[in-house]
């Protein structure tokens, strides 16, 4: 059934809010933990930079997998295999044009976003480094984007370099310029800050390491869920991102490289799948995507996250992005209003991540108080501890959001913070 | 408000929270040690001054860090209901607390023992919040060990 006959959009637009541009409470319909209770009261939840919740469409589509086509791919000469390989083969393909990639064999399969960076770290880097080589990264990286090219560095003997951020939390584009040196192997950055919102120009960094021949791999791991992402124009040499954060499953996630470049990569994990003829004496690798697949892949994920990005592209990513981008101005202004309340991450460009911190109450305060109202947001370092010294802070509470989030799920928020007042008065 | 928060955040609680007791480091002190929960960054350092000697009494105690209003609060107390303990009394005390927070069959609750740490009892009802009020008295027993090999500088609850 296509998404468009279940969401009526258009007819029903300005009815509902002037500032969306599709039915929000049919959108919620599609995502059945919407609808259960925590505490008694309604779940408002605003956890989605962490994970977002899966429609019934995805779920749906998992549970067919298992329970009528469940076999092993790329070996089985009977019709079940068949089915198996064609639909995890097709969930590559789906992939391919949903990032606008130029080859399905650019697109592996990997967990997530952390296996990819790894895969990049060890597969990518490491055989390029030499003592006084550098990688540079930002101040406003996931651990997941700091640890890999730390252990790499100590193995090697090269240096992790990191671009300092303004007070809006803005990468400092003239530091960022004069970092960039023949010494420099790879630029390492997100798209969008998971704690502080910030979207990155990218495009424009990723031209300007170009210049200097310096490859660049983007974390698209909060860019995916809320931003068009087309891999040809951005000219990024590797991209990741996780199909848990785009409405698909966890255990599942993407490594796009170019082709060029995977070419001349070898493969950290040996097994199955991943060859084309072994002896005991010498193995020789498969042909791309499949010489980074070994062993068994996540095939129900796999299958999983092409039907979360069918659900994206029925609503449309645009319309995603707009509805957002709205809640986010919305929100932004309800929260300015609480006294004592600073917002951390004030850069222009913004995807729907509000952290904050409050004069009266730590996070986890904030967050336990919420949480017996049934709302869900995060209360911690998000797994950027040296993102948080630089800022001077142990923890934030954050709050962000996706497309099901509507006005009700903010006033909720609002009112909850004020209970912390109250609380904390 | 419902039951479990107004348990939780009593007066005392967010009263120690915010304006901790003895929140100083010791002019003098015989025992130090850091209490860190990584996952959630609360942080504190706990400082003890026991005289040597047979009953060895706990003097004075004091602590500095930050975090939640539960771990503050529960250092701010726990640094109060020291003075004058044995140190035989200091790890009685901890398993009480211990009791009261994790319902533990295998420890006799005497909550008279407890006194005015009592008003921790609310933290029972939120599981992911033990290790906060508890990272203190972590640190306690760390720096009650201090002499015994301990894998890190600091102790945890996490």
Known sequence: MNMRDRIPGKETQGLV??????????????????????????????????????????VDCIQTYYLQTNANVHRGV???????????????????????????????????????????????????????????????????????????????GATLKVIPINDAGEIEQDAFTTMLNPRCRLLAITQVSNALGTINPVRQMIKQAHQQSIPVLIDGAQAVPHLQVDLQALDADFYAFSGHKVYGPTGIGILYGKQELLEKMKPYQGGGDMISRVTFAHTDYNELPYRFEAGTPNIAGSIGL?????????????????????????????????????????A????????????????HDVST????????????????????????????????????????????????????????? | MNNELRELYQEVIIDHGRRPRNFKVLQEYSHSQEGYNPLCGDRLQLFLLIRPGPEQVIEEASFLGEGCAISMASASL????????????????????????????????????????????????FPTRIKCATLAWHALLGALNEDEDKPEAWVTTE
Request: proline share 3%.
């Open chain 1, 369 to 425: 108080i919420l949480d017996q109202s049934g709302i869900a947001i995060r209360a911690g370092h998000h797994c950027t501890m040296p993102l948080m010294a630089h800022l001077g802070i142990a923890a934030t509470a954050r709050a962000s959001l996706a497309l099901y989030n509507n006005r009700a799920d903010i006033d909720a928020l609002l009112a909850g913070l004020h209970e912390v007042k109250r609380i904390f008065k």
């Open chain 1, 78 to 156: 009977y019709h079940l295999s068949e089915e198996a390989t064609s639909a995890y083969e097709a969930s590559r393909d789906k992939v391919q044009r949903f990032l606008n990639a130029k080859s399905r064999k650019e697109i592996i399969f990997v967990r997530g976003t952390t296996e990819a960076i790894n895969l990049v770290a060890h597969c990518y880097a490491k055989p390029l480094l030499s003592p006084g080589d550098e990688i540079l990264i930002s101040t406003m990286e996931h651990h997941s984007n700091i640890v890999p090219w730390q252990i790499i560095c100590n193995q090697t």
């Open chain 1, 17 to 58: 809010d002037n500032s969306l541009t599709f039915d929000i409470d049919a959108v919620r319909e599609n995502f059945p933990i919407l609808g259960r209770r925590v505490y008694d009261q309604p779940l408002v939840y605003l956890d989605n930079a962490a994970t977002s919740q899966k429609p019934r469409e995805v």
């Open chain 1, 348 to 363: 222009k460009h913004k995807a729907g991540i509000l952290s904050f911190v409050m004069a009266e109450a730590h996070a």
């Open chain 1, 306 to 346: 092409g039907s979360a990005l069918d659900y994206i592209n029925a609503i449309g990513l645009d319309q995603i992005a707009r509805h957002e981008q709205a809640l986010l101005v919305y929100a932004t202004e309800q929260l300015s209003s609480i006294d004592g309340l600073r917002l951390i991450g004030t």
């Open chain 2, 78 to 125: 726990l640094t109060e209901c020291l003075k004058g303990k044995t140190i035989a009394e200091a790890q009685t005390l901890f398993q009480q607390f211990h009791q009261l927070l994790t319902g533990d069959t295998a420890v006799q609750a005497e909550p008279e023992k407890l006194g005015k740490l009592q008003v921790l009892a609310g933290v029972r009802a």
